[in-house]
T-cell receptor, first 113, second 115 residues
Framework: KAGVTQTPRYLIKTRGQQVTLSCSPISGHRSVSWYQQTPGQGLQFLFEYFSETQRNKGNFPGRFSGRQFSNSRSEMNVSTLELGDSALYLC????????????FGQGTRLTVV | GESVGLHLPTLSVQEGDNSIINCAYSNSASDYFIWYKQESGKGPQFIIDIRSNMDKRQGQRVTVLLNKTVKHLSLQIAATQPGDSAVYFCAETRGSGAGSYQLTFGKGTKLSVIP
């Protein structure tokens, strides 16, 4: 079966702009989590969605938001982009909330210039 | 501060030898500990997990050991192969109270296999 699909793979944006990233989880998976990966901070949890509800949120400013649709697909949005938002954004899907076996997509590489 | 950390940033191992990747944690309330492997250009891939009330768990060529006394986690890879070259992350989960489990990752150890 198809894995986790993230689009786009690469993105270049200008400071101050906003961006929307998309994630399609594995079919049948209902939980979607988002992570930011940078060389300095490593992998950091952004938020988790299940049944269209945000279940958990990491320590990121309100400029970072997300949502989940009824088909479990998820989007995350970053507004008023800053240079420090340049990172690999990873989406992970799991069968259910609390399932430790999360399957990650290849990520979206965001560069803010 | 970060509750999961790694002892060594890089590890070089001869092909065929066993690899041991270590991880220290500080949160005694963690429910599960998990190892992920990330190859260049790819997202992390689940390897194996261990529940906090266990000491050892084995998978295919991998063994995870948990020492709660010293809050130490290790991943042992038997007969290391070139395909094992990657960055390995330990992660821990704890419930948020809303039925959600947040993964907290360590910085990662880069494993290089020498042919």
């Amino acid at each position: 079966k198809a894995g986790v699909t993230q689009t786009p793979r690469y993105l270049i944006k200008t400071r101050g702009q906003q961006v929307t990233l998309s994630c399609s989880p594995i079919s049948g998976h209902r939980s979607v989590s988002w992570y930011q990966q940078t060389p300095g901070q490593g992998l950091q949890f952004l938020f988790e969605y299940f049944s269209e509800t945000q279940r958990n949120k990491g320590n990121f400013p309100g400029r970072f938001s997300g949502r989940q649709f009824s088909n479990s697909r998820s989007e995350m949005n970053v507004s008023t982009l800053e240079l420090g938002d340049s990172a690999l954004y990873l989406c992970a899907s799991s069968l259910d909330v609390g399932n430790t076996e999360a399957f990650f997509g290849q990520g979206t590489r965001l560069t803010v210039v | 501060g970060e509750s999961v950390g790694l002892h060594l940033p890089t590890l070089s191992v001869q092909e065929g030898d066993n690899s041991i990747i270590n991880c220290a944690y500080s949160n005694s309330a963690s429910d599960y500990f998990i190892w992920y492997k990330q190859e260049s250009g790819k997202g992390p891939q689940f390897i194996i997990d261990i529940r906090s009330n266990m000491d050892k768990r084995q998978g295919q060529r991998v063994t995870v050991l948990l020492n709660k006394t010293v809050k130490h986690l290790s991943l042992q890879i038997a007969a290391t192969q070139p395909g094992d070259s990657a960055v390995y992350f330990c992660a821990e989960t704890r419930g948020s109270g809303a039925g959600s489990y947040q993964l907290t990752f360590g910085k990662g150890t880069k494993l290089s296999v020498i042919p």
